[in-house]
Nanobody
Framework: QVQLVESGGGLVQAGGSLRLSCTAS????????MGWFRQAPGKERKLVAAIDWSGVITHYADSVKGRFTISRDNAKNTVYLQMNSLKPEDTAVYYC????????????????WGQGTQVTVSS
């Protein structure tokens, strides 16, 4: 019913930028918070950025604060993750996620997941 599809990953040199996109289908996109997670090899999946249902409140992990920006375009059913000043430590599979419950803040339970997109940052 709910489908999330990420795109925009790839190989980039340290200091470079990438913009990830996640397009949702199957329900009213504008009613739901959205999040970006990442998982590096051998490590747990962690939340790196999130945006509440209204698009007003955002959250960032300390490791990416000041470098990453999450935004949403409800007309396009899409959430973005702009990643600047990339570091090798940012290398991971990045996942888009959405909750089951509508009209929540960013700190919600995420239930739906995209397939992931690989981001590799070389030194």
């Amino acid at each position: 019913q709910v489908q999330l599809v990420e795109s925009g990953g790839g190989l980039v040199q340290a200091g470079g930028s990438l913009r990830l996109s996640c397009t949702a289908s199957g329900r009213t996109f504008s009613s739901y918070a959205m999040g970006w997670f990442r998982q590096a090899p051998g490590k747990e999946r962690k939340l790196v950025a999130a945006i509440d249902w209204s698009g007003v409140i955002t959250h960032y992990a300390d490791s990416v604060k000041g470098r990453f920006t999450i935004s949403r375009d409800n007309a396009k059913n899409t959430v973005y993750l702009q990643m600047n000043s990339l570091k090798p430590e940012d290398t991971a599979v990045y996942y888009c996620a959405a909750p089951e419950v509508a009209f929540t803040g960013w700190g919600t339970e995420y239930n739906y997941w995209g397939q992931g997109t690989q981001v590799t940052v070389s030194s």
